[in-house]
């Protein structure tokens, strides 16, 4: 069943209404009914290709989410963390949030960095999810590593794009997914001759394990599309970015950013967003393979 391309789209059409839903309750059956499956169908055609069934895919989602903002706004109220993720209260919120980490959301905001880490990749390190990319994090200890590292502050106009959804653990069928786009694009004359690839990273790596970290090979686009398939549109607001440029892999992309989240935003009265961060490839990326390429990396910021 993951080869078929119609139940991949059908899929990748529930699967975008959970994520842009993800602060409240759908039923299964308005899902299945979505993809038009029987429910009993539908859920074995979804395990099928995300492996994992439609009630573990939203769970961690939302539990993911959670730990973000967590980590990224501590001063933010837990109760308002539950609802942002989908909990009607703060009881069924912490119960399965210490069910999945072992750790309240209480004592999780309280924890070094450290700790932070090691609890937030528990559930994955005991599954050997984290997969052999080492991801390790930069703080202010690694200041004189990042000295040369040129940063500034930018705003990004909105963009068109249509995309191909992937995840960061296969670099070569990242390389393949933004070769396919590329295709895709150019055919249906969608592009300019000096057409624009970029990459989307939805998920954050700390909190996700690579194989489920969502990732968007992108082509602009100059007009709105309607798609069909594996391939989605979507509309990229203007925002405000810490940008950098950084050469290889997720492994050195993760790091620099790690520092500048950690050590430089502060430093300068800036704090991460919880908005998906752009890589914007400086060769082109249907041709370079993905971890030999240069990158211009956005990560959405706001004043601290």
Request: hydrophobic fraction near 40%; charged fraction near 25%.
């Amino acid at each position: 069943m993951k080869n078929n391309p119609d139940n991949a789209e059908r899929i990748n059409k529930v699967v975008r209404t959970m994520e842009q839903a993800i602060d409240r309750d759908l039923p299964l059956d308005e899902l299945a009914s979505l993809a038009c499956f029987s429910p009993f169908h539908f859920q074995r055609v979804f395990k099928d290709i995300m492996g994992e069934t439609p009630k573990q895919f939203i769970k961690r989602l939302r539990l993911e989410e959670a730990a973000r903002i967590i980590a990224f706004n501590p001063r933010e109220k837990i109760l308002e963390v539950a609802i942002k993720t989908g909990y009607q209260s703060l009881e069924a919120f912490s119960r399965a949030f210490k069910d999945y980490y072992g750790i309240s959301p209480d004592n999780l905001r309280k924890s070094s960095e450290i700790d932070y880490i090691k609890i937030v990749q528990g559930p994955y390190l005991e599954k050997g999810l984290i997969g052999e990319t080492k991801l390790e994090v930069a703080t202010s200890n690694h200041k004189p590593e990042f000295e040369n590292l040129k940063i500034d502050i930018v705003k990004r106009a909105a963009q068109k794009c249509v995309y191909l959804k992937t995840t960061l653990d296969s670099t070569h069928l990242i390389s393949g997914s933004f070769k396919r786009i590329k295709q895709w694009s150019q055919v249906r004359g969608l592009v300019a001759n000096d057409i624009k690839l970029f990459g989307v990273v939805v998920d954050y790596p700390v909190f996700t394990p690579l194989d489920k970290c969502r990732f968007h090979v992108c082509a602009e686009v100059y007009k709105p599309v309607i798609t069909v398939g594996l391939v989605s549109y979507q509309e990229i607001s203007s925002a405000r970015y810490a940008q950098f440029e950084i050469e290889g892999g997720i492994s050195e992309i993760f790091k620099a950013a790690s520092f500048i989240v950690h050590s430089w935003l502060p430093e300068n009265g800036y704090k991460i967003k919880l908005e998906p961060v752009i890589l914007v490839p400086q060769t082109d990326a249907a041709i370079t393979p993905f971890s030999g390429n240069l990158y211009r990396v956005y990560l959405p910021v706001e004043p601290e």
